[in-house]
């Protein structure tokens, strides 16, 4: 799978480009602020139906302009597939395959398996659990629809939830038949929620500790340790002993929407104890993981995005990673770089063909 042509139209800082790729490598270079990180960002919009880096349609629309338009060629096993994506200000964003609209945009996630590695991603460190379960269930939802449905119609049903606890606190008043009806309904969804994202990080464990062994040459001991208030109680009992708390708090303070996943080094946060060479190599290996299990679980190598994903690197850490995507079983990649020494030099030692755009 490749994406072969791509054409954007006033997109963020972009008023029109045109690109016909390498299947391999294609460099992006040039100066901070130019549109790098959009291009970048465009690819896995055609692929996930959202930005990466702004999830507000419109603020992608370039400034002064009332529409943005996506068109991407793809070659999937060998037929070409054409995905438009397009927004106008006012009306609901289209998502198009060969033609035809999707109806949901959820029915889309899978066709073009992509993983990003950005400067964005050290908000996994540093910001608190929202973004670190977005990641788990990102990569278990491009190849799981059951999976990425109960967990839409969760969340739905736990934002019912929170604003019928409001209710009740605005209006002095509390049904407990009503609460349990949600109640009935997020305990049906979280189970299999929950040994999904279990079955999902004891397999996937293994593998990231693997790439970053083979970034940092085994130097340090990592780990991931996944933490969810259902190892110790049912759901059904976390909501009834929390009920009296989530009526003073207004939501629900209990369940799988307060999973996390702890990061740690030689034992301790990687937060608090890593240097930023070791964080950005952390977060490095967590992407070749997740490359790694999506192709396992779909047989496709996903496309790959590398923006900015040396900035903190050394040398040596940039050849390594460089030489571990230059494998037979990585399909295409683009990566963005204000460097051209430092990605030519690394891309010098590639076995496969490479492309540079210059912006």
């Known amino acids: 799978m490749h994406l072969k042509q791509l054409n954007l139209t006033q997109y963020k800082n972009i008023s029109s480009k045109s690109f016909t790729f390498n299947p391999k490598i294609n460099c992006f270079i040039g100066d901070n602020g130019i549109g790098k990180s959009n291009i970048i960002d465009s690819i896995y919009h055609l692929a996930f139906g959202k930005s990466y880096f702004n999830p507000i349609g419109t603020q992608n629309i370039q400034i002064d302009k009332e529409f943005f338009v996506l068109d991407g060629r793809?070659?999937?096993?060998?037929?070409?597939?054409?995905?438009?994506?397009?927004?106008?200000?006012?009306?609901?964003?289209?998502?198009?395959?060969?033609?035809?609209?999707?109806?949901?945009?959820?029915?889309?996630?899978?066709?073009?398996?992509?993983?990003?590695?950005?400067?964005?991603?050290?908000?996994?460190?540093?910001?608190?659990?929202?973004?670190?379960?977005?990641?788990?269930?990102g990569v278990i939802g491009q190849t799981d629809s059951n999976f990425l449905q109960n967990l839409i119609e969760y969340n739905k049903i736990l934002s019912q939830r929170n604003a019928l606890l409001k209710f009740f606190a605005m209006n002095n008043i509390y049904e407990a038949d009503s609460i349990e009806v949600y109640n009935e309904q997020l305990i049906?969804?979280?189970?299999?929620?929950?040994?999904?994202?279990?079955?999902?990080?004891?397999?996937?464990?293994?593998?990231?500790?693997?790439?970053?062994?083979?970034?940092?040459?085994?130097?340090?001991?990592?780990?991931?340790?996944?933490?969810?208030?259902?190892?110790?109680?049912?759901?059904?009992?976390?909501?009834?002993?929390?009920?009296?708390?989530?009526?003073?708090?207004?939501?629900?303070?209990?369940?799988?929407?307060?999973?996390?996943?702890?990061?740690?080094?030689?034992?301790?946060?990687?937060?608090?104890?890593?240097?930023?060479?070791?964080?950005?190599?952390?977060?490095?290996?967590l992407k070749l993981a997740q490359f790694d299990f999506l192709k396992k679980q779909t047989g496709?190598?996903?496309?790959?995005?590398?923006?900015?994903?040396?900035?903190?690197?050394?040398?040596?850490?940039?050849?390594?990673?460089?030489?571990?995507?230059?494998?037979?079983?990585?399909?295409?990649?683009?990566?963005t770089d204000t460097h051209e020494e430092r990605t030519v030099e690394a891309l010098r030692e590639s076995k496969s063909n490479y492309q540079i755009f210059k912006i």
């Open 74 to 137: 793809f070659d999937i096993s060998g037929r070409e597939e054409k995905i438009i994506c397009s927004l106008k200000k006012g009306q609901k964003k289209i998502l198009k395959r060969n033609g035809k609209v999707y109806k949901k945009i959820t029915e889309h996630i899978g066709l073009i398996p992509t993983v990003i590695i950005s400067p964005a991603d050290r908000d996994l460190i540093s910001d608190g659990s929202s973004g670190r379960r977005k990641f788990m269930d």
């Open 188 to 285: 049906r969804r979280s189970s299999p929620i929950y040994e999904k994202r279990s079955a999902f990080m004891k397999n996937f464990t293994p593998v990231f500790n693997a790439c970053y062994q083979k970034i940092s040459n085994g130097r340090e001991n990592i780990t991931l340790n996944y933490e969810s208030q259902l190892q110790k109680k049912k759901h059904k009992e976390l909501l009834i002993d929390s009920i009296e708390k989530d009526k003073i708090l207004h939501y629900t303070s209990k369940g799988i929407h307060k999973d996390d996943i702890n990061f740690l080094l030689q034992g301790q946060p990687i937060k608090k104890f890593g240097s930023q060479g070791q964080q950005k190599t952390f977060l490095v290996a």
């Open 300 to 335: 496709t190598a996903p496309i790959l995005l590398l923006d900015d994903a040396f900035d903190k690197l050394d040398q040596k850490r940039v050849s390594k990673i460089i030489s571990l995507v230059d494998q037979n079983d990585f399909g295409q990649i683009f990566i």
